[in-house]
């Protein structure tokens, strides 16, 4: 026993300084070879502290060894544009002036849901708020916002969105008593039918954002017409 105890101690403290020496953005911006790296870590540090009959220097040198390949990448990745690309891949634009870029969120195999959970992580609920957003290689979703107006700060009021993806997220449409017959009415104003939409919101003030696939979103104030309770 004592000497599964000694082994995971030496284990944690060659992690430990392997990780530092690594980089403090090691912990919450990692790349995805970075990400391979640190489980690939994780995994050979478990061998040597349950297995016994592994020596323990093979679990210390297969940590070095990954240690020695992250550095021989980012050596590459700053001498090597190309290099960089493929290895971290490129940040990418998925909301620009004309809204939600569909041809981004499919190259990153993502969903509306995905970029909505994002822009509410980064403090914002409506596409129209937003001028620019780039997911970085990290993961992270960088914002430029429209500057904004007294008037909408005065109102703030909480977007619901009441179509993702081209289909009616049910629990969200009770929440201001939307009829969804009115709201298929002012999408019959514009063309548009239901599952040619990326996402459709609307707040307690009747404001509406449309944002059709591939065309610039369209906002509306539609409070008579939606009658919100």
Not at 22 to 35: H, S, T, V, Y
Not at 134 to 150: A, C, D, H
Request: one cysteine or more; a negative charge.
């Amino acid at each position: 026993m004592l000497t599964v105890v000694i082994r995971s101690i030496l284990i944690f403290l060659v992690l430990l300084i392997v990780i530092r020496m690594m980089g403090k953005r090691q912990i919450g911006e990692m790349e995805p070879f970075e990400l391979a790296i640190t489980l690939v870590i994780a995994e050979l540090a478990c061998i040597p502290m349950a297995d016994k009959s592994i020596p323990l220097t093979f679990g210390i040198i297969s940590i070095l060894t990954m240690y020695v390949i992250h550095q021989v990448i980012i050596l590459l990745s700053k001498r090597n544009r190309k290099f960089q690309d493929v290895i971290s891949g490129t940040p990418i634009i998925v909301i620009d002036k004309n809204g939600v870029r569909l041809d981004a969120l499919q190259s990153m195999n993502m969903q509306m849901n995905d970029l909505l959970q994002a822009m509410r992580a980064a403090g914002y609920f409506s596409v129209d708020q937003i001028a620019y957003a780039i997911f970085e290689t990290n993961g992270q979703l960088s914002v430029i916002p429209y500057p904004q107006q007294q008037e909408q700060q005065q109102n703030v009021s909480l977007p619901v969105p009441l179509i993702v993806d081209g289909q009616w997220v049910k629990e969200d449409v009770g929440y201001y008593h939307v009829d969804k017959t009115d709201m298929e009415n002012i999408f019959k104003k514009f063309d548009l039918t239901v599952d040619k939409l990326l996402v459709v919101t609307v707040d307690e003030y009747g404001k509406m954002l449309i944002q059709p696939e591939n065309q610039k979103y369209i906002t509306l104030n539609a409070k008579e017409e939606l009658r919100l309770g």
